[in-house]
């Protein structure tokens, strides 16, 4: 695990693959403290990490807080919904107010695609993205790359179709990024409306015909329509874009027999993906909101330089 040099985890765009490579290859090795009796290390232990969500989240947030928790960290968390946010208080004096609390790392995850860039330049401690406006989700792209390098042995050559919004999807954002540093072929899919305009730049695969996309794909990424970030109609109604672009096991005849199905969450039952799909024996996507917890156990162990200070081959259990 040697070779970790940055402060930050704001997104996949400036890694490296031999980066990407790090955080799997650790997360890969400490997926096995949560099969413990006691799942629990000292790695973090004297260490504070606040978690800043300026946006709602179910999984992300209890991944970062459980990971936390693993690794015996001292943590804050702050939704903006029930803090001092709702009476007017900036997203700076909020995090000069933290700060001074000395915490080590943030988790923030905000609406403004950028505000956790903004904070890693400025504050001495880390920072870590947990979702950017529209601009990437760093650690759903590592989960779902852990996932895939767990199901298919590999990365390289894998075949990733997204289907949904990929627009304003951030997920979808990172992922090209990372699937495709790492050789993975991935191709975009949705209504031309929900298709980012320069797609095909990112040296992706970009059509709006969903059985040419998921015809050879070794795993298929559903996404959500995300009607809280679109301030226009993009398509006529939800029923026709169900009709067009729903995984259901009809459309999964035309796929790979070992074809996954994966989705960030969360779902929206019934339109991007039928109940019995979701719930079926393609699906890994609570393999996904597992091994998420790995990931960010293992981002947060590279980024607290805990290796570098305490010599520690590996994170060591508490008895
Ligand atoms: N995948 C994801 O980011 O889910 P949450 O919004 O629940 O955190």
């Known amino acids: ?6 402060k930050d985890l704001v997104g996949l765009r400036d890694l490296a693959p031999e980066e990407i490579r790090i955080i799997l290859d650790t997360a890969k090795s400490l997926q096995e403290i949560s099969l413990r009796p006691v799942k629990k290390v000292p790695t973090l232990r004297g260490r504070t990490v606040a978690n800043l969500f300026f946006e709602p989240s ?3 947030r209890i991944s970062f807080e459980l990971a936390e928790k693993r690794l015996s960290a001292d943590t804050i968390s702050f939704t903006a919904q029930t803090s001092s946010t709702v009476k007017g208080e900036t997203l700076k004096d909020t995090v000069r107010n933290i700060e001074s609390l000395k915490v080590e790392m943030i988790v923030m995850r905000h609406s403004a695609s950028g505000a956790p860039h903004r904070l890693a330049e400025t504050l001495p401690v880390s ?14 792209a590592l989960l779902d790359m852990f ?21 304003h999807s951030r ?3 990172s992922n090209m990024w990372g699937l495709t540093k790492m050789g993975a072929k991935v191709v975009v899919c949705g209504p031309k409306t929900l298709l980012p305009p320069k797609a095909d730049e990112l040296g992706v695969e970009v059509t709006t015909d969903l059985r040419k996309a998921i015809k050879d794909a070794d795993v298929i990424n559903l996404l959500r329509i995300q009607t809280e970030r679109q301030s226009e109609c993009y398509f006529p109604s939800i029923r026709e874009y169900a009709s067009h672009y729903q995984i259901n096991r009809e459309v999964l005849e035309h796929a790979k027999p070992d074809v996954l199905i994966m989705h960030p969450g969360p779902v929206n039952r019934g339109i991007e993906l039928s109940s019995d799909v979701m719930d079926g024996p393609y699906s890994v996507i609570l393999d996904q909101v597992t091994n998420g917890l790995a990931v960010r156990m293992a981002v947060l162990y590279l980024l607290s330089g805990a290796r570098k200070k305490t010599g520690e081959k590996h994170a060591q259990p508490t008895h």
């Open 1 to 6: 695990m040697t070779g970790w040099k940055r």
């Open 58 to 60: 179910t999984r992300t």
């Open 171 to 173: 997920v979808a954002r």
């Open 147 to 167: 996932t895939i390098r767990e199901k298919k042995g590999k990365l390289d050559g894998i075949r990733v179709a997204f289907i949904g919004d990929i627009l």
């Open 127 to 140: 920072v870590i993205n947990a979702g950017d406006g529209i601009n990437e989700h760093p650690t759903q």
